[in-house]
């Protein structure tokens, strides 16, 4: 069994920076390939949106809104995605999911969600 472990979340001021980590826990000898990794956010009843992601050639693509501010970065051999999020809103404010499109030895390729981690911007 494959889980996703986030990290990094907190409580910081609007201009400041914070970085998300997500790593692959638990069964990862059984992962093959890992496609993309991401990041999506939920605002308290709102639905869930896109902020980024990054391919397994590294392309990346940013949600319009976090764009020249946040960057996604991964590191195949840690199984890990990085969130670095810099001049942060007080709209950024949300709880932060991390994905990784996997395949192991006994499932197919699949998305994997990690549990959330909260992070609040203070104006």
């Known amino acids: 069994q494959v889980q996703l472990v986030e990290s990094g979340g907190g409580l910081v001021q609007a201009g400041g920076s914070l970085r998300l980590s997500c790593a692959a826990s638990?069964?990862?000898?059984?992962?093959?390939?890992?496609?993309?990794m991401g990041w999506y956010r939920q605002a308290p009843g709102k639905e869930r949106e896109f902020v980024a992601t990054?391919?397994?050639?590294?392309?990346?693509t940013y949600a319009d809104s976090v764009k020249g501010r946040f960057t996604i970065s991964r590191d195949n051999a840690k199984k890990a995605v990085y969130l670095t999020m810099n001049s942060l809103k007080p709209e950024d404010t949300a709880v932060y999911y991390c994905?990784?499109?996997?395949?192991?030895?006994?499932?197919?390729?699949?998305?994997?969600w990690g549990q959330g981690t909260q992070v609040t911007v203070s104006s």
């Open positions: 994905y990784m499109n996997l395949k192991t030895f006994t499932m197919p390729n699949s998305d994997y």
């Open positions: 638990g069964s990862i000898v059984s992962i093959v390939s890992i496609d993309r």
């Open positions: 990054a391919t397994r050639d590294n392309s990346k």
